[in-house]
């Protein structure tokens, strides 16, 4: 089938013609008026349009009322034989828009990822080999590889000629030959369904409850938010499996969602979901191959892929009809998109549920204050797992007060931790020593002339990474091999590394315990997926005795023989005045000595610190959670902060600063008065130079009753912005 059906315009039909709105994948506010050929395709349908000198693919959108006169109007070109967007995708797309305040089209553009899957399939030549050979088939050693590499299952020329390290003319001219057959396939193939008979594993009594108690909001239907609460290890991960399962079953077309924070953790995550289900669920995440990606989008498109395991741009896939969403570790951080169109995808998935009246569930060891007070004040249900599953114990945590226990000069590891990990080592279990900081030195100082190395056009530090010899930004990507000599001063070999990221603790490593087995991971040291997961497989496996790493290894895994978790700069996440900044150390420092003693053996937690008196760290080493939350609570409270006050951050970014400055100035002078509203700065963003562009920012915090996006809206639709000032608004900013 042809997948656009050209008789689209309104003339070359019987004359009936109607008038629908298209929105398009451009960052446009609003949907625009056309005329198509009666019947006009539904809502949700995808169609070509003439827009300005191009033609565009868009979506039939609900009409806005404010219709063009009909002889202005223009036709649709084309009709796409595709499946339409379901109604609560595009409500979805209307809601998101409207909450975040950014423009319809650049939200549709984040569901339209993959335009081209709209062309449908096309089908693929491939070849499987023939029973028997043509008589007087001549045989090259070349042809013999392609014999040896095909087989009944068809592969493409492409997979041939890769197998059998050949170019694709030989597998042709075995084609042509008569020795392979041709065959059409579809390179999206289906997805295995869930098998639903499959039982996961006995549970445990707090297990069966928690998963009663979801079952009953999936047997009662609607929207309802749901946290599982539990420790690492808990058994949250079968319990909301045994959710998936009550939903797929409920409905025959049922489609569920469940969300991770990292695609790292997504591969293991993968065969687990293959193991529980026996199919492996259709994936989503940034390092897919267009191929996989068009594979998933038209497959869940269609209806037919039911079980979908993605990253947070998951939620913007074309579900045919979406039924359940997990989001798994919902206090993470990973969760909020700061490029492009700024949401956080557990925010949003709560609303994706109301919106198409289904549950949605929350799990975590340590939910986020939000999700905590949602709970507290009726919004969202809670259920509890309270011990680890199989009784496997919490490790001992104790701080180490580096006051009165510190390294020796030019070291990290204090006395206490070096004496730890070596009494592990005799008895042959496994230490983590975790530090959040990838590279070699955060920091490269002259020591002549006190410059500091930053990225060109930016305020971001240049961090040493010794593996490669080069200083990188961590921000911006930008990267240089490091100098000999100091680009102000020009002095030779002044440049001096400071303060520690994982190479340089794992240099410390090797020099103190050279017999050990050492390895370290970190986004970079490790890229991609692959190499992070062979690194945790070795260590899953025993093959390293300890392990440097960053928050990569924090989340999610689990290591039989690992008994120590050191922390080597707990105060790290506690610099600088984020509003979350207190909540996160405690959320990823919780996770990274959960790691230790998840199997039978008891595990314990060393953490570095030269404030041992602060309370994040109290909470930790206590277990007190919940004194830590209502401390946290109270002190948002008292300031009016989110979750007790809305929060918007206004960024402004250009190259000219004295515009910059004079327009942050006006913006703020115009700010409306409103009961309940206050308005901070202008203030330089924290990192003020970043790519060349100045930046200038605006904080608008409000009560709660205020409706934060009318506010802004009425605002800024009265100040005149200058072409050379790009304005950007961060609806609870994260990162402020
Ligand atoms: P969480 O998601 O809370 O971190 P998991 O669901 O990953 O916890 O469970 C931790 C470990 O215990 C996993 O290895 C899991 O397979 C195992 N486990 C959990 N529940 C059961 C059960 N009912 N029967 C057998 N093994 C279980």
Redesign the pocket.
Known sequence: ASPRQEKAKPEEETGETARISVLFPLPLPKAYDYLCAAPAPPIGGFVAAPFGPREVTGVVWPSEGDALAPEKMKAISAVFDAPPLSRDVVDFVDWAAAYTMFPKGAVLRMVMRVSDALEGPRMQTAFVKRQEAPDGLRLTSQRKAVLAAAGEAPLSAAELAGAAGVSEGVVRGLADAGALAKVEIDPDPPFVEPDLTRA?????ED?QYAAQMIGDVIAEGGHKAVL?D????????????EAAAAALQKDPEAQVLILLPEIALTLPFLS?VEERFGAAPAPWHSDLTGAQRRRTWRRVAEGQARLVVGARSALFLPFKKLRLIVV?EEHDNAYKQEEGVIYHARDLSVARGSLGGFPVVL?S?TPSLETVVNVDEGRYEAVG?SS???D?AMPDIALIDMREDPPEAGKWLSPVLVDAVSKNLSVGEQSLLFLNRRGYAPLTLCRRCGHKMTAPGSDTMLVEHRFENRLVCHHTGFSMPKPSACPICNAVDSLAPCGPGVERVAEETKERWPAARIAVLSSDTAPGPGSVRAVLDAMREGDIDILIATQVAAK?H?FPNLTLVGVVDADLGLAGGDLRAAERTYQLLSQVTGRAG?AEKPGRALLQTYQPQAPVLAALASGDRDAFLAAEAAGRSELGFPPYGRLAAITLRSLEEKTLEETARRLRAAAPNAEGVDVLGPARAPIYRLRGMARMRLLVKTRKNVHLQAYLADWLKTVKIPGAVRVSVDINPYSF
Do not use: P
Request: charged letters at 20%.
């Open positions: 996961g594993h006995a549970l445990s297990q599982i539990g420790v690492t290890g808990s058994g949250k991960t079968e319990v909301y499996f687990r798994d799990a060891a797992l680890r599953f199989a496997a999610g689990h998840r």
